[in-house]
């Protein structure tokens, strides 16, 4: 069934596995995961773990999320759409795993320094 209204992930790819008329076998070969996977997050029962959504992102063409509203969510959609860990964008950013996870939860705002450095990470 084709989806009118594009909820998660999931309906996202079946989508554009629809539109290229691809069975979900040949979708699962070109992510790199099992049919069960496909059908799963299709189905919305499971979500992409992080590691998958790069190849995800390349299969869609887009990224699916919805865009980021402040500099936490930015970073976030930033460390998800390359499927790295907290601990992978600190050590980019040159800061302590820490300290991203509350920027990310928005417990903290980077300022100076910090919100310079992000933001040449995330433009570059």
């Not at 554009?16 to 496909?38: C, H, K, M, P, S």
Request: charged letters at 30%; a positive charge.
């Amino acid at each position: 069934m084709y989806p009118s209204i594009l909820r998660h992930v999931g309906d996202h790819l079946r989508k554009r596995r629809l539109d290229l008329g691809l069975l979900q076998r040949e979708t699962a070969r070109r992510i790199g995961v099992d049919t069960t996977t496909i059908t799963n997050w299709e189905l919305g029962h499971t979500a992409p773990a992080l590691c998958w959504m790069p190849d995800i992102i390349r299969f869609l063409g887009y990224d699916p999320r919805p865009e980021p509203r402040t500099i936490g969510e930015a970073l976030k959609h930033y460390r998800h759409s390359r499927g790295m860990t907290q601990e992978e964008l600190a050590v980019g950013l040159d800061v302590d795993p820490s300290t991203l996870a509350r920027w990310e939860a928005e417990e903290r705002v980077p300022v100076g320094q910090y919100r310079r450095r992000i933001e040449f990470f995330l433009n570059a």
